[in-house]
């Protein structure tokens, strides 16, 4: 019985060529997956009579929007999810569920073996993430990287498409590595290695220019347990809600982030990263918990997100600690139900309104005006009693030094 090997499958150049390379390489059969995370372009449709038509034996091809949003986006709503607190792990999360449709189609169609199209060679994050994922979700299939293990090169892989005649344009050159997703686009490599280099204009998609903003957007996200469902007034689906504020945060220029982040690699890289809506939903969703959350609970919560942040990161999305702290972050959200009033202009989401139902804020403690019911006599033994210990110590170290 002849092998077979899923290949994730983007429908560009690289990937349509590794369908005859791997064949060639390795004599066995081909699988295209191709997932749609929202990345926008052809239709799947196409991309499944692309991958066909470039040799492949089977093209499996999945709309994982929705599930992407719902399973893969909201959990880093739910964290406040900010690698090094500014990257909303775009592409991070994008791969696992792309693993577990490549695993799924593996199951599905006899596959021994997954290959993946990362193209960063032996220092890029996503081999990492791809592979970890794979072995995590199927210990028993083998995986591959075409241009790590096959020697599939850019230019070999035009000469190839050319030789074979292969219907995928070769011509068109892009002098960056883009991926994007409905969470976020990401940009880097290029001129943009350069860390002085600032950003051209022509690298943005999602977002305008914030310089000359239209007029202010004011806009309430709606959230039930961590989770928007109303935009205005107006219900949405998680997807919904990314989409729309993608629009109209994107028209404002909000979410562009430049930043030199750590790799899990050991390396340092300049990423040019824009997320209108997950920075938009980011900031209400803090804001909202900053009213509904005990401080306690909170101050926690900061260190739990960031660890949860650093594992997605480094490709641990299946992995048992990332899975505990879920369930903590699952529960800190109970509470975090209401509407956030935003205002969305010059790339900024600036809030200026919060209210909920489960609201820890209580008016009649926090004003200085008449109707206090805060009672100021518990304050002057609190203050004796919360700095008891450094008092201790401070006479202590006067008893010491005066020796």
Sequence with gaps: M???IVLAYSGGLDTSVAIGWIGEATGAEVIAVAVDVGQGGESLETIRQRALGCGAVEAYVADARDEFANEYA????KAN???QGHYPLVSAISRPVIVKHLVKAAREFGATTVAHGCTAAGKGNDQVRFEVGIQTLGPD???IAPVRDLALTR?????????KGLPIETTKKNPYSIDQNVWGRAVETGY????WNAPTKDIYDYTATPEFPPAPDEVTISFEAGVPVAIDGVKVTPLQAIQELNRRAGAQGVGRIDVVEDRLVGIKSREIY???GAMALITAHKHLEDVTIEREQARFKATVGQR??????DGQWFSPLKRSLDAFIEDTQKYVSGDIRMVLHGGQAIVNGRRSETSLYDFDLATYDTGDTFDQSMARGFIELWGMSSKVASGRDLRVSGE
Excluded: G, N, S
């Design 74 to 77: 909201m959990p880093t709503l």
């Design 2 to 4: 002849t092998e077979r």
């Design 192 to 195: 943009l290695e350069d860390i």
């Design 155 to 163: 230019d070999k892989a035009i000469a190839f498409a050319e030789e």
């Design 141 to 143: 299939l083998k995986c």
């Design 81 to 83: 999810a900010l690698y």
């Design 308 to 313: 949860w942040a650093e594992l997605v990161y």
């Design 274 to 276: 824009e997320a209108p």
